[in-house]
Nanobody, 124 residues
Framework: QVQLVESGGGVVQPGGSLRLSCAAS????????MGWFRQAPGKGREFVAA????????NYADSAKGRFTISRDNARNTVSLQMNSLKTEDTGVYFC?????????????????WGQGTQVTVSS
């Protein structure tokens, strides 16, 4: 059974940091590109960051550049998102997703497998 499980969400004050992790199982992880998306209440799913199969190529939304870092460990089948200098507008449910075509893309419909999400709340 193919599965992605996110962890690491929580409540943090503005300016704080969180590290999200996504554990993959049931797929050939090293053959996939991975992405992080988020969804705020009442809004659509928004691209945050993506990484190619070997971790040498990444892409970030403008809102994430300079604050977030995506990384992956193919030996452990995990992808992480380090989030620093968090802002209230970063609040939302964060999802990881796998793209079997191994392309770094920003559109949700291009991804094949999704996790259930983890809540991130940035509030004072």
């Amino acid at each position: 059974q193919v599965q992605l499980v996110e962890s690491g969400g929580g409540v943090v004050q503005p300016g704080g940091s969180l590290r999200l992790s996504c554990a993959a199982s049931g797929l050939i992880f090293a053959n996939t590109a991975m992405g992080w998306f988020r969804q705020a209440p009442g809004k659509g799913r928004e691209f945050v960051a993506a990484i190619n199969w070997n971790g040498r190529s990444t892409n970030y939304a403008d809102s994430a550049k300079g604050r977030f870092t995506i990384s992956r460990d193919n030996a452990r089948n995990t992808v992480s998102l380090q989030m620093n200098s968090l802002k209230t507008e970063d609040t939302g449910v964060y999802f990881c997703a796998a793209d079997y075509a191994a392309q770094i893309v920003t559109t949700p419909s291009s991804y094949d497998i999704w996790g259930q999400g983890t809540q991130v709340t940035v509030s004072s």
